[in-house]
């Protein structure tokens, strides 16, 4: 799978294990690109992973959490988002089937009470573009 570009995928432990994986692999002279191969990804993660062993041992394998701003919904409330957008922007009172950015903010304002959403508000009047994601 050499060259993957795919965002990490499974819980913490389960990328500790793989790095680890790795690393025996490794430990058992198997070249990196097998290596790489063999837990599915791309060689240079696995000689930064080998670089982080060397320099840290086990706590250098450790899966950190991703950088990012918090979420300003919590977990019902992104449910409750789900619920909304699969209903269609119709159901939700919009006249045309297709969500767009502003109506999307205007949603979670309006359902979700979340009102500091400064972060999403798109400028301008949002026209549809050409790949927007039309959900009913």
Do not use: F
């Amino acid at each position: 799978m050499g060259g993957a570009a795919c965002a990490q995928q499974g819980s913490p432990a389960d990328l500790e294990k793989r790095r680890l994986r790795a690393i025996e692999l490794l430990q058992d002279d198997v070249p990196v690109l097998v290596v790489a191969d063999c837990v599915g990804v791309d060689r240079r993660s696995v000689r930064r992973w080998k670089r982080a062993y060397r320099r840290r041992g086990r706590r250098g394998l450790r899966a950190r959490p991703a950088p990012g701003r918090p979420s300003k919904l919590s977990t019902s409330q992104r449910r409750q988002l789900v619920r909304l957008i699969v209903a269609g922007p119709e159901a939700a009172g919009y006249g045309m089937s297709l969500w767009t950015g502003r109506r999307l903010v205007d949603l979670i304002r309006r359902h979700l009470c979340v009102a500091n959403m400064n972060a999403l508000r798109p400028s301008g009047d949002n026209p549809p573009v050409p790949g927007s994601i039309d959900l009913t």
